[in-house]
């Protein structure tokens, strides 16, 4: 039997099931945390310890920051056209003549500015304690890896950000809900490498060289989805890092909310939700 994941709340503002994204904001105090007293961020990582030393054979708690890319050029296309307008026929074309945006479309400058916001937003937290990302996923698709080169990788990073932080792994799991939107069209390896070089980016391990998921006639499907982000809790598990950064779409962040028993929640682009998440292995098989 294969391991369950669910959700530990009560920590952050967005645990509630009825919060509302676009209400608390892409980057809430504390990235949301309750508890706003001097010492809250050791207070978090103590309860996060304790529930690890604590936890029987078979379970584990780690704590995930699921960032969403900023604006990219689709974002700003839908909002223009409306999402029927999009979705039933503006999303299948790479461009309107004004705009391009797919296949896998750049951040726009408000885009570019929001990933500013998230890197103020670590750094302002680091010195108060924030526990660090120590490993680092990300979406293939550009716009997820400049907004997290943008947060993470960039002037004054190194100052508060651990080696660690500094370096991603690069999932196609990651990726967005794809299939008919252009956008979501991957760019081929090759191109990828020539923006996104080692030791810095790291492809995992098969990474093919072209798309091979997307398909011009076919979305894919909520439960694929979900397996996907289950694919990267599984992925994420199997490491020793309890602190986990995921840059990556809101499509895919539902998915793994959905995996961990989460409704579906509104972050905005540019944001980041703290989740964290029990795994309990599966009985072994007899």
Not at 228 to 236: F, G, Q
Request: glycine share 10%; hydrophobic share 40%; charged share 20%.
């Amino acid at each position: 039997m294969s391991a369950t994941y669910t959700t530990i709340s009560g920590f952050f503002v967005q645990d509630d099931p009825a919060a509302v994204g676009s209400a608390i904001g892409a980057l809430p105090p504390r990235f949301g945390l309750l508890d706003d007293s001097a010492d809250c961020w050791a207070t978090f990582k103590a309860k996060i310890d304790e529930l690890n030393a604590r936890a029987p054979a078979g379970t584990a708690y780690k704590v995930f920051w699921l960032g969403r890319h900023g604006q990219g050029y689709h974002n700003l296309a839908e909002a223009k056209y409306g999402s029927r307008a999009w979705d039933d026929h503006w999303s299948k074309l790479n461009g309107d003549g004004e705009t391009v945006w797919g296949p896998d479309p750049l951040l726009t400058r408000l885009g570019e500015l929001q990933a500013e916001e998230a890197h103020a937003a670590w750094l302002q937290e680091a010195p108060r304690g924030v526990p660090l990302p120590q490993t680092c996923f990300a979406s293939p698709l550009k716009r997820a890896l400049d907004t997290w080169k943008i947060t993470f990788d960039r002037a004054g990073a190194a100052a508060v950000l651990p080696a660690e932080a500094r370096r991603v792994l690069v999932l196609e799991n990651c990726r967005e809900e794809y299939g008919v939107h252009t956008c979501d069209l991957r760019s081929t390896l090759s191109h990828l490498r020539t923006l996104y070089t080692p030791p810095t980016y790291a492809f995992e391990a098969g990474f093919a060289e072209e798309d091979p998921l997307w398909d011009a006639d076919e979305r894919e499907s909520t439960p694929h989805r979900i397996g996907r982000a289950i694919s990267v809790l599984d992925t994420a598990f199997a490491g020793d890092a309890t602190y986990i950064s995921i840059t990556a779409h809101g499509g895919f962040i539902n998915g793994f909310l959905n995996a961990v028993g989460r409704p579906n929640y509104s972050l905005p682009t540019g944001g980041v939700l703290p989740i964290v998440v029990q795994r309990t292995a599966g009985a072994p098989a007899n």
